[in-house]
């Protein structure tokens, strides 16, 4: 028979996302490996959304999503970012911000290049192949992760299509400041390429930083595509309701790629995003200061067990080095780590394309306080060193 499979999906190995929460349940383990709150964000958002499921009406939504959610994310990107964004023909919403990655790929790069900054988020590149674009990468070097003009103009060539930017970026923690942001401007300028701009993290951004959206930058509003995410804003991961934003010419085909994808999102779900944007920003803006708490605790907790947490810049996750209590590879720390101290982790090198560094593991942060003291005493009382 022929082989009917897609070689880039048939030769994926299993995630270390699977992988590692698969070990957690096996051995009892507090997880902080997967990046999802343990509490529900707040009830009125989900009340809105069971009173529209019962009330319905519960048929296909238009394409492009609901004009109530439309309107209300135009007017959250005028509010914050002083972005104008038409709701009719400049946003669609989406299943979730994967979807949206994966229709901005499939509708602005297709067999073209695309640029990938690593550590990148590990459905990026398997998207971009299988729609058989070529993957260039831009990688980070810790531990300050900094983006150089010299590194992108290494990246790019005249057949760049686009470069996909996550900032705050999973798993670093890294806000790019405007000095970068600057750097990529004019990259993309130089080459006639776009940006497609993941920034699912943008409220999560601590000790005074602010997240500047590349679509500020002068000549970058018909450059750029924005994805956002209401399960990382209102701490409902699980509702899937993402969106992206942009120049109408760039989402007229980001949407035509997301109708025979998805289609549409769900109506309830959509009601209920729409409520959250107009009444509940102030938990938004809460959560991202018992989130900065959370970091700090765990930062200091770590420290004082030998770890060496790495700058934290915005997101939900702390990177630490290993290197001063093992000699281990991070991927086979973390699975030891688990199944000895109860706690489990994400290796960092599986965000890179040659599995280097891999000293650096990641901490979510995401959790009850009591979890983080709960998970920082495990690996207190546990042997989980291993001397050099």
């Known amino acids: 028979m022929h082989d009917h499979a897609n070689p880039v999906f048939d030769a994926l190995p299993e995630t270390i996302f699977t992988t590692m929460s698969a070990l957690a349940t096996e051995h009892q383990a507090i997880n902080l490996g997967q990046g999802f709150p343990d509490q529900d964000g707040p009830l009125s958002i989900r009340e809105r959304a069971a009173r529209a499921l019962t009330e319905g009406p519960n048929q296909y939504p238009p394409m492009r999503g609901l004009p109530t959610l439309r309107n209300a994310l135009a007017a959250h990107a005028r509010k914050f970012y002083r972005l104008d964004f038409d709701p009719g023909t400049e946003i669609v919403i989406t299943s979730g911000a994967t979807e949206a990655i994966a229709v901005s790929i499939m ?165 209920g995003v729409a409520y959250a944007l107009e009444h509940e920003m102030d938990f938004t803006l809460a959560l991202t200061s018992t989130l900065a708490e959370n970091r700090d605790l765990l930062s200091k907790g770590l420290s004082a067990l030998g770890f060496k947490p790495l700058a934290c810049e915005g997101t939900y996750f702390l990177t630490a080095d290993i290197s001063g209590v093992t000699n281990e590879r991070d991927v086979d720390f973390c699975k030891r780590l688990v199944r000895e101290a109860g706690v489990a982790l994400i290796p960092l090198s599986v965000f890179f394309t040659d599995g280097k560094p891999d000293n650096l593991v990641r901490f979510a942060f995401c959790k009850q306080r009591a979890v983080i003291e709960a998970a920082l005493a495990r690996l207190e009382n546990s042997h989980f060193r291993r001397a050099r």
């Open 107 to 271: 509708g602005l790069v297709g067999e073209g290049e695309v640029v990938l900054i690593e550590p990148a988020y590990d459905s990026y590149r398997p998207i971009a192949e299988a729609v058989g674009a070529k993957v260039k990468t831009v990688r980070l070097a810790p531990p300050d992760f900094r983006l150089s003009e010299a590194a992108l103009e290494g990246a790019f060539s005249d057949k760049t299509r686009a470069i996909l930017i996550n900032s705050p970026l999973n798993p670093i923690g890294r806000v790019f400041d405007r000095a970068e942001l600057d750097a990529l401007a004019r990259t993309l300028a130089k080459h006639d390429a776009v940006a497609i701009c993941d920034e699912v993290y943008e409220h999560l951004v601590f000790d005074a930083r602010a997240h500047i959206p590349l679509a500020c930058l002068p000549g970058m509003r018909e450059r750029v595509v924005r994805i956002g995410s209401a399960g990382k804003m209102f701490s409902l991961t699980g509702w899937k309701v993402g969106w992206v934003m942009g120049d109408a010419r760039l989402l007229r085909a980001v949407a035509n790629a997301h109708q025979f994808v998805t289609f549409t999102t769900a109506p309830s779900l959509q009601l």
